[in-house]
Structures are given as structure tokens and as C-alpha cells.
């Protein structure tokens, strides 16, 4: 079983990771890390805090000579401004965010202490951990990427593009979206909406390709792969919704429309022509991609800010201005493909094992060789 | 901590759950779970099937004198059809279904043995549990109910309805639905579809009123109140799509027309004029009403049915028929105000502690005058 | 992973127990589950109640045509005294039991609401879930077997005996003594104290034999086998110490003599000359046979009553009397060896994955191979 | 709840962990924690390395101005000597020791591997965590200490000893032993053993005093806090047993006369003139002082080393030396007390909610007032 716990504030000394039950043997590249962690600090819309912000993640444990050896895994991700202690009260709690719940809730006296670990910031310790993930999922020829297929009005039509083209075009997109037209149309409301000191949500997709069938299960609620997908995306701050494959579409849809009809070859055994189900039926993975879509509120900080209470003297005020993004959808599917990658990884390891890499792919194969003889 | 297993196959002796961590001192009436079994299995578009169960529960154990004494609670639905040992190899897995996936994942020769688990059979189980999470709820006063606020086509128009309301209305309804006029049209639909062999679905909302700010945290991924609700409610079988709140539209919008903004009242204390974010902000829930929405599919067994493959034989068939809902939303609906009470109740557990009901009450009492005077 | 809840009141309707995670292929044969219970109600000393018992398990899911399928297990025990609503008040605490504990608690005014689930008849349902266990673990040559050591004075003579002859012995043997002749001297000490109206504790030991090494881990602390083994049997009703291999006499012995050094045998690989460890060396097994003690105290409900306070009056009284072994020490071994069984089967399920027997099989003879050749 | 997980390698560059779940509003006091960390490294018997440690606790997240803010606690201590990848392949297992068993399980060929995250340095971590989990209990004045009451043949005599006396006594002696004229027989066993090249074991034990009764349930079989804290101490590297109260003993007393009989008085309440259950009863606190003791094994690297087989030619040798401590029985008693601290105070944040100190003690004096007046 895989675990993790973060810990780390926005302006405290760093940010930290311990990941539990990553099989021994796995070549670990910090450099894929990193790359990560730049992934999810770009996107057009981003504002100074990404400048000054160069995440490098210092992997403290688990590894010897760059390779697993069975023990946990803890990154660190350092802070350049670590002004936690010095930083002024904040009284003014911020609609959309967790101020207002996190005094209440933690009976604090500073909204400080409570956007310091709500803020996103805490992400990047979710994306070091996913990058770790990734590696495992590597081993396996599983891959996985994420694309903005929304920014407020602008819809990307992505539908005909498969796994490798999305992940290149999103690549080269500054909003990392694979439909070019859109992505320029995006960067337009960005501009437009950063003018008007507004700010933007929209809709990331995160795709995984190479998954086994079988991964998940129906026998009881919580082991759902759909269900533990869900809940690791809808964690990510900001998200509102999450869907699968045909997602939002699906409910004005027809029964004999929709589902996705079941093929055999003979080379390649079971097969469907359609992906509506996004890869997932019955709680489990059915051998196609699984495409998971999430849904993002716009930023809750405005620079007009909105109404709020003085929660010392209960008067009407303006809340905080803490940072100043745009929007922040691609980074947050940086996120999505970390969250996703831990879920992925997490139940291969469950179906396969997970003490070692090898013996994983030793497991992965007898059951890959059976279920193309089935 | 509230944790529950359920057990039982559709055509097996009888479905079973065991819910642990209840409070002492909980009175339950047996005929609430009745009631909410009871609104499982109706609803416009049900099938015969629905016409032969009439499902009561026993309640084993958990209880002395018909109150909660802190031991786990036991809950028995019989099955009228207990011919499971009997029934036919079935080798058409059906699309949209674990039938495929279930019997490569466990090694099984015939698709029987999967569906049997899988099947939506299984959530009467769950909502047994739920039954009793809402009565400790109702403890303070939190309420929870459910309409269907979409079907095929068909949309509903309820933004300017309160709890109170559309839980009346919805209860009369025989899809659910809380405006009149669109649940007519959704019947029609259902009729059309029907008679054309096909199925529908479409979306229903949870809404859960009188919960204390702060239930969930931000402080760890995995203990955000709406990670874990989604996590809960995709778990329902077909459910494809979850989302909170101005849900799905959400990304269109822009921040300062979305964010609820923050008010005070001498007497109410914080409140909100606005609930886009349907009761939740930071992974907590802030007072509100919880709104959550969840998109079905259409029911994935057609009496059209779609292309498959036998599983033994590898040759192209058509996909199993096992029984004729035509929709089944207005049945979702109501495993999801389980699943949601199962989850608030949780949540309320973890705050005020779960020993006896009096010493939660006393706790919860505890922190609302707090919060009052904060 | 491998869980299981347990539910019911000594004198409710019945014992349940659902189990999840069981692989599916596995025939259970309802006969070894009776045995086992019929076990766990034998040895010489039990009281009245034992006689009127005759527990049979009715499997009331999770399999089809014998055999599971991938779905929970769900286990009933029926309970010939059903008398829990019409029970009399009970006030007088009983020292030594959850009495007294359990109504400050749970906020409750009648100490049988506390003992009639705090009671050791809860028991017989881990004793069902234990006996599913077995058969999986039968499934790779993996046998567990208890025998008593100890009884009051009598201490049994057994260190020399292997694991076949002390389940042959034990299995003969009233008290479940492996040492007859100690055998016939704890029959003496029972009798002695039973004429007394006193009680008697003891000491079992759990035996494994036939497990692979490396199930377990050092890699976090609550993943250590023997942790996880000493949490399964500490939880069982009067145990109050748990020890593995030389166990209790440890502290006294040397480095040099203690501990058990590694040989190697070109057919049989790694092997021992002594085990003193019991089987478990950093947290791991150690492909020796696991070796448990659990001392037990004395049953706690005398006879002879000792000193209470009426928990309404607040006056002195004697405690209740509510049942009247003298001695529960063979019974508890066979508890031991049901929970014991539980946590054996879950680590080689998260070792070689557990989603059907086959797989299993296919993975842990992949190990064997790799660790022969190692 | 609270949870943790440790991560660090021996020659790594440090120790973390991450400690979630830790009430808002607690002070914790850096040295207290250090204090604790030099108590662990100190104790007669130990040998080079531990005069070369100095650990102090870096204390990266969790806390503002000193105070916990409800966010995650990250601990690190950093390791002086940190050549992980310089230091040379071991291929001579160590009985006693995960050597041999971690190789096999996670394929690896160097013994290295293994034995950097399997060494008892990773405790550190462990005592970090404790020391903030002691530091909370402390908030409700409850205290816990450890005293070692046997090294190798000599046995120390404490039962008539309190909380107080003990703890002052324990902390004066080189051995932590409250018995002084024990504790001087302890450490001329050590001498002879050091001399000898040879290795001792002995017994600690744990004391918890202040604790308020029903903490743990006998509800189900892993919430018993009896089996919890046997987990957490059984975990702690070279503990073979653990024991609650009158312990080992308790096999051969009877009935009568060992189980504690319950008084009554006005102000104190419900009360026990003997304490042989070790502050447990049906799975829950009564109260009285929670003592539990635990067996610790002879370190297992000798320097006049045990017979070994080299993994990679399977020829027989001579196990290799690691380090040479002679004895860590006052160590082990350290890392006890504070894996009993975290096990304590996850019972009482389960009781009594964890949001913030402030409300914890609220619901906290609420139950105190209301058995009080039971």
C-alpha cells in the first residue's frame, strides 16, 4: 500500500513529503522531479509569486546510489520566503477560501494561520510525490498528461486527438491546451480578465494510457477506482467537480449511445472502438485510457476584492489580497496528473505487489500473459 | 471514526452491512430505514424487478430496547430471489458494466459471478446505513434529501428553491423531481425511451442543510470534507460525474461573480447571502447548505442489447439482458443522501467526538456557542 | 488488504461477520468453520453456558457453489439465547471486565447494555472470519495450530516438540496441553479451583508453520508483522501479555546464545538450527515457523464475587455474576490461532496480491523461485 | 486521529517525520523534544556511535510564533555521518536482525540496503513525534515516564513505588532503573557482558498516570487500546514481548486474587486500592496508571560475531559488525515512552475531537464533570 503524508506552509521553511511503500529497485531521477515541479509553476495567467518561486525538490531518504530500497521517501521542497513568523495578522477572511472555516474550525485568532497551509502552495510537496509515482507507473509503460480543455468561455475540441499528440501540443501551449486556436483565444481572456483585476477557472483533463484491466474493484464501495480517483482530484484546492471519459455530457445521453461496445482480436484480445467511459466500468479499469476531467473555480483572490468581516471587530470590509494569478488551470492539471499518478500507483502495487520493481513486473506479467489467453 | 463493510450478492441470500462507531444512545426506528428502502426501489422507469423486492431490514445487533449502546450495528435485507447457485453461466459481458473487467481481474469463467456483487442490487445495503447515520444527524438537526434535477432531455428549474421546498416537492414527485412541470417531461422521456428499448440519465443533487461550519480540513489531502463526499458518491454505481455547488458552470464564470462573499449578523453570526460554493470552501464545510450534484449514465443493460463478445467462445454476440430498468436516477438520488450521511456523519463524529449522542451534543453545543461568540 | 468487522451482543439474535478482501476461487467448506467454533467452545472448565451453545456458521455471502467469487464474506452465528431486550438491570460492575468502563463511556445506566458486547462470545465470529483464513493459507501449505503451556502452576513441557506433534497432542487433550502429563495436572488445578469457586488463567501458544520469509516490513513502524501480530492477539478478550519465540525468558539470556544463526543448504536454501525469534526478525518473517505466546489472565466473573460499588446507589456491593467458567485458556488459544490467521492471510495477500487464488499462487511461486535461487 | 510517518536512513542525510492530526493552539517547546532525543541516546552500555550523535530536532512546519496552527508537524533531525552511497557492500547477514529477510523480500544485493533503514536510529524520528504527542498530553496533566526494571539476570524492585518517585529515581540512574542498588548490579552486568564481547536484554516499563477512564472500546477488536499500545511498543526494533500491569505473572494467580476491586468515594469517585490490570480493562482505560512493560531482546551485532552465510557465494561466515552497543534497555524505554504518548493522545483526540487544544479541553472537563457526577 502506498501512503503519503505532506506537511509545509506557504512562508514557512519548506515544504516536506514522506512516501510510504514505494517498491525497492525503482531509479529514481531527481531531474523528472523538478521538471515536474516547473510544470506546475508555468501557465499564462500566473503571477509574481511564480517568478520569484524555482521549486527544486532535495530527496532526503529512500533512496542509496539513486535507486528505492524499500524504504520511505521523503522530499523537501524549500521555501525562498519563509516570513511565516514576522508576517502581520490577517483579519479579513476571503471568500472561496479557507480563512473564515479555518478560524472557526482551529479557534484561531489569524487568518495567517490558516491560508499559510490552505493556500495551493502546498501542491508542489502532491507533484514531488507524483513525479516519484510517475517512475513506478514508467516501469510499466503506463504515461500520464493533463490539458486545459477550458478557460472561462473557450472550450478546446481535443476529441480526435489521441494520448501522444495531446500531450505534445499541450507541451507547447502557454495555457497547455492542445487545441492551438484555443489556447491562443485563452491567453486572450486571461489578458482580459487580468485587466479588469478578475480572475478565470475552466477545465483540466488528466489522461492515463498503458493501464491493465482489473485495476479497482466493485466487491465494496471504498475500493472503486473511480471513487479513489475522484476524491484524489477533488482534493486539489479549487476543483469543484470531477468527471470520467464522456463526463458532463453523459446524463443527456442515451443508454444505446453511449456505452462502449466490447471487440476481441486476436492479438490484441478484448478491445472497444469508443472511450466513453473513460476507462472505467464497474469500479475498475477496462484496459482503455482513463480520462478524467475536474472542473476549477476561478482564483478566490481578486485584486477587487470582495465583501468580507473584519473577524476581530465584525465590521464589513474588503478581503485580503494574498497573491495575484489569473488563473491557475494549467498548473492545478500538473496537480491532477500527481493525484492521479499516486492512484495509479497505489493500485497496481495493491493488485501486483509492491516490494520490489522486479517482482512487481514479474506479477504484472503472469497476469498480463493470462488474461491474453482468457 | 464511523466505518461500515456491506455484503451480499443480488441473488444470495440477503445483503448485510455492519456499521461501527455509532454513538450510544441513538434511538433508531426500524420503519425510517424502511421508508428509505422503500424510496430506493421507486421511481418512475423501474422494471419489474423493483416490483418483486419489498425490502425490510432486521436489525441483528447494535441495539437494546430499540437504542444505540456503542456496539456495532448489524443490518439484514433479505433477498426474495435467492437462486444464485442455480442460475445459468453467463459468458456476454455487458458494456458499461464490471462484467468484463470482473472476470479477468478474478479469474472467473462466468460473468454471473461478477455481477452478482456488482450490481446497484448491492446500494440497499448502504442505504440501510445511511437510514441510521440520519437519524443521528437528525440529533442536530442536520437534514438531508435529494431530487433529481435532470433526466435525458429534460432540465429542471429549481436555483430558487430552498431545502424545505424542494424536499416536499420532490417527495411527491415519481421522478423526484422538484419542478412540476419538468417532471412531467421527464416522464414522457422515460415512456419514450422505454418503448424504443432504451435507457436514460441524467443528474440528481444532495442537499444537506444545518451542519456547523468547519467539518473536514484542509490541513491533509485526504481529509477535505469534499474530497471524501465525492469520493462517496462516485462510488454509486453509474454515477459518472460529481460536483459541488454552481457545479459544472463554475468554470465559465469569473471570480468576482462566483465567491461567495462573507456577512455578519449580530444574531446569525457570519453568513452568506450567496452558496456557489455549495457549502464548502478550503476542504471544510462554512454553514451553508452542502450542495452536491452527481451525474448517472444511462443503465448500462439495454433490451436492445449492444455488441459484446463470449467470453469463451471469443466470438462477437450480443451483450446480456439481466433486467429493464429504463432510469434509475430518482433511486440514485436516494443512495446518495445515504452515502452523504454516512460521510457528514463521520465528519461530525471526528469533530464532537462519538461516544454517546449526549456527550456529542454537549460538544457540539460547545463549539456553536463558540463560534457564536468568536 | 484483507478486513473484517464483527457485530452482535451476547444474548441479541445472532454473531455477524463480514470479511473483505478475500481472493476469489477459494473452496470453503462450512465444515472447517463448525470445527473450528466447536473448538473454541471445548476445554475442560468451561461452564454451563458452553453446553447450551452449539454454534454453526451460515455463510450468507460471498460465495457461489461453494466458492468465493471476489465478493465479501458475510458470517451469522446464531445466538440460542436471544434474551437481550428482556434482561434484567444490571448495576454492579464486575472488576477485571469493560463494566465499569464502558457505562462511564458510553453515558449509559445499565452495566448489561456494556457486557453484552464486551463479552468473549463476541469471539466466535473471529473465529469464523479466522477459519476462511485458514483455508486460503491451506492454499499455499501455511498451518497454524495453539496449544497451552501454562494453566495456574502447571506448566507444560513442549520445547522439543515439533509442529505436527504438538497439534496431534494438543488436538487429544482436554485443556489442549501438548504435555499430557501436564495435561492431567492443569484437569487438577481446574477442578481445584472450580471447587473453590475461584478462577484460573494460563498461557497459549500460537503456532505457524510453512510461511515464506519477508511477509511484513521494517520500512515503517506499523508494518512489522510481530506489531501487527501482537495488536491481533492483545485485542482478544483477557489476554494481557503477548511474546514471540524464546519470548519471556529473553531478557535474561545473552547476545551470543540467543540469537539464530544463518546456515545454508543448497536444496533447502537459508535455514535455522534454533528459533529462537520465533519466526520474526525485524519486523519480518523469517521463513521459520512464527511462534506467539499470549498469557491470559484468570476469568474475571468469581463465583465468589469480589468487591463493586452499585453504580446507582454508589454503595458497596459484590460484583454480578454472570457466567462461571473456571478456565478459558484452551478456548482463547483457538482465538489466537483465528486472529493470528486473519493477519497472515492479509500479509501474504499484500505480498503476492489477492485478487484471486490463482494469481496468488502464480505470484508466490514466483517469489519462491527468486528467493531459491536468490 | 492522529497519524505519522517516519522516513531517514542511518548514514542518510537525516531523520523526518510527519505528524498529522495534532491539535491548533499547543505550545511545543523545541528543547523539550531535543531533551528527549539526548534521553534516548544515553544510557550505560552504549557504544561509540551514540557518543557521536548529538541529535537536536529541526522543527520545519506546523507551528507559527511556537504555537501549532492545525497544520501538519515535520520533524527532522539531521544525521552527522551521512555516507549512504560511499559505504561498502555487506553480504554477512546478522541473525537477530531484518538482514537476511530484507534482501529476500525487496531483492536486493547488498545487505546495506536493508540494514540503513532498519537500524534502531530510525527511533529518533519516533521520539520527535512522541515528545510533541507528551507535550499535548501535558495539557490535560497527563504524564508518562519509563523506568527499566530488569537488565540480563539482575531484576530491579519497584512495586511499591509511585508515578513520581519512579520517574524521579529512573531519570538519576545510568541504566534508568529505579531500583539503585539494581541499577548498580545492571551495570556491572554490563561491564562483564561488554568484556566478554557479548550483548544484554532486560525489560522496561511504561507508566501513564492522569489518564481519564473509557479511552479505547471494546466495540470492535482493533479499537482496543490494550491491543493499540501492543502494536506501538511490539513495533519498537527488538522488543519479543509486551505485558500490561501484574504481567507475566498473572498466569499462575487466581482469579480472587488478582482482579482490582472497585470502591466509591465522594470526591474521587469510582477508585482501585490495586492496579494488577495495568490501568486497562475490556479494552479501555479505568482510570488508574496505564503500566505496561516490554522485553527487550541482547542487541544483535556482537562483536565477537555469530555464524552467517555471504549472500552472494552462500559460503559460510561470520555475521558482520555493525555497531557495538552492549545494551539499550534504557534507550528502548525512552522510544516506549513515546510510542505510548502518540497511541495516548490519539485516544484522546478520538474522545475528545482535535481541532484545538481549547476545545479538546472543553469536551474534555464536559466528560471529567460528567463522571464525576455519574
Same mark, same amino acid.
Given at each position: ?89 490577517? &483579519? ?6 479557507? !480563512?473564515?472555516?479555518?478560524?472557526? @474550525?482551529?479557534? =484561531? %485568532?489569524? /487568518?495567517?494561520? $490558516? ?67 484555443? &489556447? ?6 486571461? !489578458?482580459?480578465?487580468?485587466?479588469? @483585476?478578475?480572475? =478565470? %477557472?475552466? /477545465?483540466?483533463? $488528466? ?87 475536474? /472542473? ?79
Amino acid at each position: 500500500m502506498l501512503r503519503y503524508l505532506t506537511a509545509g506552509e506557504s512562508h514557512g521553511k519548506c515544504l516536506v513529503a514522506i512516501l510510504d511503500g514505494i517498491p525497492a529497485g525503482l531509479a529514481v531521477d531527481k531531474t523528472l522531479i523538478d521538471k515536474d515541479l516547473a510544470r506546475r509553476m508555468s501557465g499564462y495567467g500566473r503571477g509574481k509569486r511564480m517568478k520569484i518561486e524555482s521549486d527544486k525538490v532535495e530527496i532526503l531518504s529512500g533512496l542509496r546510489r539513486s535507486k528505492t530500497i524499500g524504504s520511505p521517501v521523503a522530499l523537501l521542497i524549500d521555501n525562498v520566503d519563509q516570513s511565516i513568523n514576522r508576517l502581520a495578522v490577517v &483579519s479579513e477572511p476571503r471568500p472561496g477560501h479557507a !480563512d473564515l472555516g479555518g478560524v472557526l @474550525k482551529y479557534d =484561531l %485568532g489569524d /487568518v495567517r494561520d $490558516v491560508l499559510e497551509r490552505a493556500s495551493a502552495r502546498e501542491t508542489a510537496s502532491r507533484v514531488s510525490v507524483g513525479a516519484v509515482c510517475k517512475m513506478l507507473l514508467a516501469e510499466f509503460a503506463v504515461k500520464i498528461t493533463s490539458h486545459v480543455t477550458c478557460i472561462g468561455p473557450v472550450e478546446a475540441k481535443t476529441r480526435q486527438m489521441g494520448f501522444d499528440s495531446i500531450e505534445a501540443m499541450a507541451e507547447k501551449s502557454s495555457v497547455r491546451c492542445a487545441d492551438l486556436k484555443a &489556447s491562443r483565444l485563452m491567453c486572450v481572456q486571461i !489578458d482580459k480578465a487580468a485587466k479588469e @483585476k478578475d480572475t =478565470l %477557472g475552466g /477545465v483540466f483533463e $488528466v489522461i492515463v494510457t498503458g493501464l491493465p484491466p482489473g485495476l479497482g474493484s466493485y466487491a465494496q464501495w471504498d475500493r472503486r477506482i473511480d471513487a479513489n480517483l475522484a476524491k484524489a482530484v477533488m482534493s486539489i484546492q479549487a476543483v469543484k467537480a470531477v468527471s470520467f471519459g464522456a463526463g458532463l455530457g453523459i446524463a443527456k445521453r442515451r443508454g444505446s449511445d453511449l456505452h462502449d461496445e466490447i471487440f476481441y482480436h486476436g492479438s490484441k484480445g478484448f478491445y472497444r472502438k469508443t472511450n466513453n467511459a473513460g476507462g472505467i466500468e464497474g469500479g475498475m479499469t477496462n484496459g482503455e485510457d482513463v480520462v478524467i476531467q475536474a /472542473v476549477m473555480k476561478p482564483i478566490a483572490t481578486l485584486r477587487k476584492p470582495l465583501a468580507s468581516v473584519d473577524i476581530r471587530t465584525k465590521r464589513a470590509v474588503r478581503a485580503t489580497v494574498e497573491r495575484s494569478d489569473t488563473c491557475a488551470v494549467p498548473a492545478a492539471g500538473i496537480v491532477g496528473e500527481a493525484m492521479v499518478a499516486i492512484e495509479v500507483a497505489n493500485a497496481m502495487i495493491e493488485k501486483f505487489g509492491g516490494d520490489s520493481v522486479k517482482e512487481m513486473r514479474r506479477n504484472y506479467l503472469g497476469y498480463i500473459e493470462r488474461i491474453r489467453r482468457f
